[in-house]
C-alpha cells in the first residue's frame, strides 16, 4: 500500500530544486485565474451588448489568425532571442489589453469593435508567449524530472480551469465585466516582478534568425521524426473524432436538467485535475508512445460511453473519465517533447505543438454541429467517439517508432540527456 501511495503522490522535485521553474510556477497559477476570467467575461459582455449569437461565435474566429500566425512565429522567435525577454514583454503586453479591455467596459456606451481587435491581440501576445514559454520549462527543469514537471504543470492549468470560470461567472454576473477585466490586469500585475527574477536564456550561439527559412526547418524537423509526428497527429485525431462541448446547452436540454450545463462543462477538468493530483506515476512511465495511444482511445471510449448513457450522472462521469485519459495524454506528450526534442528546436516546435493541441477542439467542435445535424446528439457523441478510436489505433499502427518509443533507450532522449548532463550550470535551486 505505501508503494501505491508512493507512485500515487505528486513529484514536487522541479519545484523544489529549480529557482525558476518556482518562479515561472507562481506566476503561471496568478494569470491562468485572470486569464479564464477573461475568457468568460468577453463573451458575456458581447452577449449584453449585441445579443447575438452571431456576433459572439465571430470572437472566436477573429482570434483565430492571430494564433496560427503569432503561434508559429513566436515559435521562431523563442530559438532566436532571450525567451525571457519575450516572456516578459508578451506579459506587458497583456497587461495592456487587459488594462484597454476594462477601460472600455467602463465607458458610458462600450464598442463593440474593441472586444474584436483587442481580443485578437490579446490572443496574438499570448500565442507569441507560449512557444518561449513551453521551452523554458526543458532549460530550468533537470531532465529526469520533466515528467514531474508534465503533472505539475498540468495541475496548475486544472486547478485554474476549473475555480477560475466558475470566479469570472459570478464576477460578471454580479459586478460587471469591468471588473473582471481589472482582476485579469492585476494578476499581470503581480506576475510581473515574478518573471522578471527569471535568469536570463539567451539562445544557442549558432542559434538561427527568426525568418520564414528557421519556421521551414523545424517543420521540416517535425516531420523527419515519425514519433514526434505521433504526438501531433493522436491528439489532432482525439480532438477532431471525440471534441464535443459545443453539443453540452443541447445534451442538458435533453436530459431535462439544463440546470447541469455547468457541470458537464466543468466536468473533464475535475476529471483532469483528479488525474493530475494521482498523476505521480506518470513521472516513472518511460514508454510514453504507447501511453498516448492508450490514453487517447481511452478518452474517445469516454466520449462514446457519454452518447450511450441516459442519466445526467452517468454522463458526467463518462467525461470526467474522458478528461482524466486527455491529461495523461498530455502529461506524456509533453514530457516526450521536452526529453527528446533540442534545445536550439524547442521554441519552433511548441509553435506547431500549440496548434496541433488548439486547432484539433475548434475542428472538433464544427464536425461535433455538423454531426448532431444529421443524426443528434447522441449519434454525434457515440459515433464521434468510436471514429476516435479507429483513428488513434489506425495512426498507432501506421507509426511503429510513435508505438514502440521507450525513453530509455531513444536515440534523440539519450542524446539530449547527454548534452544537458554536458552542459553546466544545472538550474540554481
Not at 466543468?266 to 506518470?282: F, K, M, Q
Not at 514508454?287 to 478518452?299: E, M
Request: net charge neutral; aromatic share 8%; charged share 15%.
Amino acid at each position: 500500500m505505501k508503494r501505491l501511495l508512493r507512485h500515487l503522490t505528486l513529484d514536487v522535485s522541479p519545484l523544489r530544486d529549480s529557482r525558476d521553474y518556482r518562479l515561472l510556477f507562481v506566476s503561471g497559477v496568478i494569470t491562468m485565474f485572470g486569464t479564464f476570467i477573461t475568457m468568460v467575461a468577453i463573451p458575456f459582455q458581447m452577449k449584453e451588448l449585441t445579443g447575438s449569437y452571431l456576433a459572439v461565435g465571430l470572437v472566436s474566429l477573429a482570434e483565430f489568425v492571430p494564433m496560427v500566425v503569432c503561434g508559429l512565429w513566436g515559435g521562431a522567435m523563442a530559438d532566436a532571442h532571450d525567451r525571457r525577454t519575450i516572456i516578459l514583454w508578451s506579459e506587458v503586453g497583456l497587461l495592456v489589453t487587459s488594462a484597454a479591455l476594462m477601460a472600455n467596459a467602463l465607458l458610458p456606451t462600450p464598442q463593440v469593435w474593441v472586444l474584436y481587435v483587442v481580443g485578437a491581440v490579446s490572443t496574438g501576445l499570448a500565442c507569441l508567449q507560449r512557444p518561449s514559454m513551453e521551452a523554458v520549462f526543458q532549460q530550468v527543469v533537470r531532465h529526469e524530472q520533466q515528467g514531474a514537471a508534465a503533472v505539475l504543470t498540468s495541475l496548475r492549468w486544472n486547478f485554474g480551469a476549473i475555480a477560475a470560470p466558475a470566479l469570472g461567472g459570478l464576477l460578471v454576473t454580479t459586478y460587471g465585466s469591468a471588473v473582471a477585466y481589472g482582476l485579469d490586469t492585476l494578476t499581470f500585475v503581480l506576475s510581473l516582478p515574478l518573471l522578471w527574477r527569471i535568469r536570463s536564456l539567451p539562445p544557442a550561439e549558432d542559434a538561427a534568425p527568426a525568418s520564414l527559412t528557421s519556421l521551414v526547418d523545424g517543420l521540416r524537423y517535425a516531420v523527419g521524426r515519425s514519433d514526434l509526428m505521433g504526438t501531433y497527429l493522436v491528439d489532432i485525431a482525439a480532438m477532431v473524432f471525440a471534441m464535443a462541448t459545443a453539443l453540452f446547452p443541447f445534451l442538458a436540454d435533453e436530459l431535462g436538467a439544463p440546470q447541469a450545463l455547468g457541470l458537464l462543462y466543468s466536468a473533464g477538468a475535475v476529471g483532469a485535475l483528479i488525474a493530475s493530483l494521482t498523476g505521480g506515476w506518470a513521472a516513472n512511465v518511460r514508454r510514453h508512445g504507447l501511453g498516448v495511444i492508450i490514453a487517447a482511445a481511452l478518452w474517445g471510449a469516454a466520449v462514446a460511453l457519454a452518447g450511450l448513457a441516459t442519466n445526467v450522472w452517468l454522463i458526467v462521469v463518462c467525461i470526467a473519465l474522458a478528461g482524466a485519459a486527455d491529461m495523461i495524454s498530455g502529461i506524456f506528450r509533453m514530457t516526450m517533447w521536452n526529453q527528446t526534442i533540442p534545445r536550439e528546436l524547442r521554441g519552433r516546435l511548441a509553435g506547431i505543438e500549440l496548434l496541433s493541441y488548439a486547432s484539433g477542439p475548434m475542428l472538433g467542435n464544427a464536425r461535433a454541429g455538423l454531426m448532431a445535424n444529421l443524426g443528434g446528439t447522441r449519434f454525434s457523441l457515440g459515433a464521434g467517439g468510436v471514429l476516435c478510436v479507429a483513428a488513434v489505433l489506425g495512426l498507432a499502427a501506421a507509426l511503429p517508432k510513435f508505438r514502440g518509443y521507450d525513453a530509455r533507450t531513444d536515440e534523440h532522449a539519450l542524446a539530449e540527456k547527454a548534452r544537458r548532463e554536458a552542459a553546466t550550470p544545472e538550474p540554481t535551486p
